[in-house]
């Protein structure tokens, strides 16, 4: 199993910052590096796929130690070719996205997940939309746990505590074998 990624909209809250230089500039949380850390430790393969061509994509990437696919204009293939790469099926992996570009990506991946304000041509093909809007440290933030259960399932809790946990996905899923926590703190 893994876990696939778009950057705009999901990493950061889908705004540009423009400098008078033409240079442009974008915000991500914090909060979500500790959690790409703890799945990484947990062995988790992820990557981000983004159609943006700004460097400032794989910089953060880089600085995440996050595979990064970035100028693709057709997801589903690069999601495809990465999710071989790492010797899984597409079925095995979580999508997580907001925008149209990601609605193949989102139909294709054995779970698709987008945040709080996707466009409806996104959330209307996911199964699972989180209660966290873009960039608030959400579709990574700080999984304060994670254990695997018998089917070899992968569970993320997102919170600060796991009293403010609710569970979305009450069991495992048969395909990418990821259950989804969510809290809208």
Request: hydrophobic share 45%; aromatic share 8%.
């Amino acid at each position: 199993m893994g876990i696939a990624f778009d950057f705009d909209g999901v990493f950061t809250d889908n705004r540009v910052y423009v400098m008078q230089n033409g240079e442009e500039a974008v915000v991500c949380d914090r909060s979500d590096g500790m959690g790409i850390a703890m799945l990484q430790k947990a062995g988790m393969p992820m990557v981000v796929i983004s159609t943006e061509r700004n460097p400032v994509v794989s910089v953060r990437c880089e600085k995440l130690q996050l595979d990064v696919r970035q100028g693709v204009d057709d997801k589903l293939p690069a999601l495809t070719d990465w999710a071989v790469g790492q010797g899984l099926t597409v079925d095995q992996i979580a999508f997580v996205g907001n925008d149209i570009n990601d609605v193949d990506c989102l139909r294709g991946a054995g779970l698709g997940v987008v945040v709080a304000d996707a466009y409806p041509v996104a959330a209307d093909v996911a199964e699972l939309q989180l209660t966290r809007e873009a960039g608030a440290a959400l579709c990574v933030s700080s999984p304060i746990k994670y254990w695997r259960c018998a089917s070899n399932a992968v569970h993320f809790r997102f919170a600060t505590s796991i009293q403010q946990c609710e569970l979305i996905r009450p069991a495992c899923l048969p395909t990418t074998g990821i259950i989804f926590y969510d809290c809208g703190i």
